[in-house]
């Protein structure tokens, strides 16, 4: 088989890539080892930056989007157990859209299939070869059958573990980490949401967030030690301590449910340069993880399939400055939301060896943003999401 883009993963950013390259006339293929059922059923993202909306806009997917999200117009921030707004809309003039990752990646499948492009799922062995050449191709198995794509280009969209990353030689990749000792237990309940925007607290017992799906679908995490098991924690301890964790009057009102999905993930700072080497771009989890404090992955993905989809169209207009410089472009926005992301979690999560000291710097800090509209001003233009 030949195509121009040979998408390797059928994640967000591989799904979002290949439909507006779609709309603008160029071929891809999208290969996903999982099935449809185990992508769709993976519970992550929910907030989305506007630039983010504006992109699932202009790839066709937005419509249910615009008619079931919901549009935030600011924060709570808390500091042992009392909370303050930060007002994104005064301070920015922008919001965010409250719409879950699941109901984006659904929306994006059904636009492959509606445009006669399904997503080949369940493949095997997926391989990247002569990337530095002009003639790259990709080869995988699928029931036991051998196959191979002939391409232009490669683009590894394939999650933090996947392939593509590999094939980079080691001389030409750096990598920057940093691994927190703690990790975030979620919970999903249907029970409405405890307030009408999503509160991040810091606590001296832990980081907690609640969040949100819909009216009736809420999303709540924890801190808690990496050595946890998610069996160890019932429903009822989880809700426990989240009251002890967020503000008074929100304890309160909290109301309680059983959970219908239970998950602890670890919390990750980590970037891979360059974001191109020869015919293989890499995009979205392939070339950084945030941790999730700022709620970044996900746009992070998306403005990487912004400027691969921007230097595409214009290489075959004929013009491959932007394609070019696609690594460059890439990653100074990666690095400014790696910032944020970090300096939320620092922030607003209890570091085992932190002591005191780290307990002051937190409170002053948040002290400072209770009271600096400067201060939130800069919070808000990085929540909302900086420019393309
Ligand atoms: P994905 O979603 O990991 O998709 C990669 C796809 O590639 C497939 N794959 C392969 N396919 C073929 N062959 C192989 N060898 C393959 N190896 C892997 C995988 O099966 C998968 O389908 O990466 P992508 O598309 O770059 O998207 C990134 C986002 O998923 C991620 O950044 C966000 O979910 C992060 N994230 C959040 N981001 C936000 O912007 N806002 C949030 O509020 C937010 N909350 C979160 C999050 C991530 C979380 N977890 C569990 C990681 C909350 C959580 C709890
Ligand atoms: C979520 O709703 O899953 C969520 C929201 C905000 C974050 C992280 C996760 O910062």
Known sequence: MRTQICIIGGGPSGLLLAQLLHRVGIASVVLE???RAHVLG???AGVLEWGSVELLRLAGVGARMDAQGHVHEGIYLASRNKGFRIDFKKLTGKSVMVWGQTEVTRDLYEARDAAGDPVICGVEGVAPHDLDSDAPYVTYTLDGAEHRIDC????GCDGFHGPSRQAIPAEVLREYERVYPFGWLGILSETPPVSDELIYANHERGFALCSMRSDQLSRHYLQVPLGDRVEAWTDSAFWEELRRRIPTESAEALVTGPSV?????PLRSFVA????WGRLFLVGDAAHIVPPTGAKGLNLAFSDVHYLHDGLTRHYQGDSRALDSYSERALARVW????????MTT???RFPDGGGFAQKMQDSELAYLEQSTAAQTALA???VGLPF
Do not use: C, G, Q, T
């Open 336 to 343: 400014k939301s790696e910032r944020f992301s970090w300096s």
């Open 261 to 265: 999905e239970k998950s602890i993930a």
């Open 152 to 155: 232009d280009f490669v683009a």
């Open 347 to 349: 922030m607003l999560h």
């Open 42 to 44: 993976r519970i992550r």
């Open 381 to 383: 233009e990085n929540y």
């Open 273 to 276: 340069e360059p974001m191109r």
């Open 33 to 35: 080892r999982r099935s």
